[in-house]
């Protein structure tokens, strides 16, 4: 699966837009860009994902820049609660490749 | 609908000691991935089973470990003679299908602490 890079930590104020920016400038093809955070340890929480359209959900909106080689997710009014390690990933589209490898992803703080 | 279910959230091991570690799939899910997160630390893949076969353990250690996932019932993660360094958070995910177009959704996690 392609690497993927993210800054370590942002910061955001409340009500704001969040942006947090992903490189995979090794991506292939067949591999997906998928969006998880977790919050305090708790199990991840699936965000969106997409291959090469620009994706959006109740959650946020995943930007694929026209090359794929990187990415930002869009949370448009970030709460207290979306304070949170966000993580980037791609996955190989086709069969026997399940697994998600997760990087060192993004601690994002929401301050009031 | 529920989400996937993990069960116990909390298990104390005393060195030596076997681990059992449950996880109930979302209904209509047949495919289950298992995660270890060691403390301070990103998740890392272990194994990858649907019904009744592993498909992929790249990621499991290859002594002590060991993970199924029968016709009827949770999958499980067996951990045997458990050592200090297997204190972890464990967390279980089910996808309705195969690849990278299912999205994975994982459970609460079993937080395992070895004495």
């Known amino acids: 699966d392609a690497k993927t890079t993210q800054p370590p930590s942002m910061d955001c104020a409340e009500g704001r837009a969040a942006n947090l920016p992903c490189n995979h400038s090794t991506i292939s093809g067949n591999e997906y860009v998928y969006w998880y955070r977790q919050i305090h340890s708790q199990g991840p929480q699936y965000i969106i994902h997409g291959l090469k359209n620009n994706e959006t959900n109740e959650m946020a909106s995943l930007i694929i820049t026209e090359d794929r080689k990187s990415s930002t997710l869009i949370l448009p009014h970030a709460t207290l609660r979306d304070t949170a390690v966000y993580y980037c990933?791609?996955?190989?589209?086709?069969?026997?490749?399940?697994?998600?490898?997760f990087g060192d992803g993004t601690t994002l703080t929401v301050k009031p | 609908n529920a989400g996937v279910m993990q069960n116990p959230r909390h298990l104390v091991r005393r060195r030596g000691q076997e681990a059992r570690l449950r996880c109930s799939p979302m209904?209509?899910?047949?495919?289950v991935y298992w995660y270890r997160q060691l403390p301070e630390e990103g998740l890392k893949f272990m194994v990858y089973?649907?019904?009744?076969?592993?498909?992929?353990e790249s990621g499991m250690p290859k002594e002590r470990f060991s993970a199924e996932f029968p016709k009827e019932g949770p999958s499980i993660l067996r951990i045997q003679q458990v050592v200090r360094g297997d204190s972890a958070a464990y967390f279980c995910?089910?996808?309705?299908?195969?690849?990278?177009?299912?999205?994975?959704?994982f459970g609460p996690g079993t937080r395992l602490t070895v004495t």
């Open positions: 995910a089910s996808s309705p299908g195969q690849g990278a177009s299912y999205e994975q959704y």
């Open positions: 209904k209509g899910h047949s495919h």
């Open positions: 990933i791609v996955r190989v589209l086709y069969t026997n490749a399940g697994k998600s490898t």
């Open positions: 089973l649907q019904k009744e076969n592993i498909i992929d």
